[in-house]
């Protein structure tokens, strides 16, 4: 989709493009996950992973049938903002030596990807709902939901053990 095309035209090709980029978001995160895992140290942040990498693979199959639904094939649009996240999470991942203070960024990372995942979910559901789709939005929902889980076990897992280890590395 070029500046000056006439791609998106309604809220429902506008709809349809979110899809696409939270569809190719969700892939970039299922490759990007096993990486995480392998660098995460603490034994529930490697568990939270790797739960939430079966949750994305899940994810992605309701997408699927949200395309489905729409009478669409699924396809994925290049989200730079994902990739953004994922390139910045890799580099500070990359110049940090301490396992403990690694943790720390991981769960930072991981809750910058929740928080954008979470943005474009709630969009999507208010413009499903907009445009009648309750369908839709239901299954667009079931995901919202599992986004903020994720980020609320983050944030517990950050306040409870992961920020003091760091402090004390
Ligand atoms: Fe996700």
Known sequence: MGLFTKDIETLHDLYVHQLQDVYYAEHQ??????????KATNPQLKAGFEQ???????????LEQVFQLHGLSPKAVTCPAIDGIIKEANEVAG??????????????SAQAVEHYE????GTLIAWAEQMGHAEAAALLGETLAEEKATDDKLTQLAS??????????
């Open 29 to 38: 995160i299922t490759k990007a996950l096993p990486t995480m895992i392998g």
């Open 118 to 121: 979470i943005t474009r979910y």
């Open 160 to 169: 409870s053990a992961i920020n003091r280890q760091a402090e004390l590395a």
């Open 52 to 62: 939430h990498l079966r949750e994305t693979e899940g994810q992605i199959a309701r």
């Open 95 to 108: 110049d940090i030596a301490d396992k403990q203070v690694l943790d720390a960024a991981l769960t930072a």
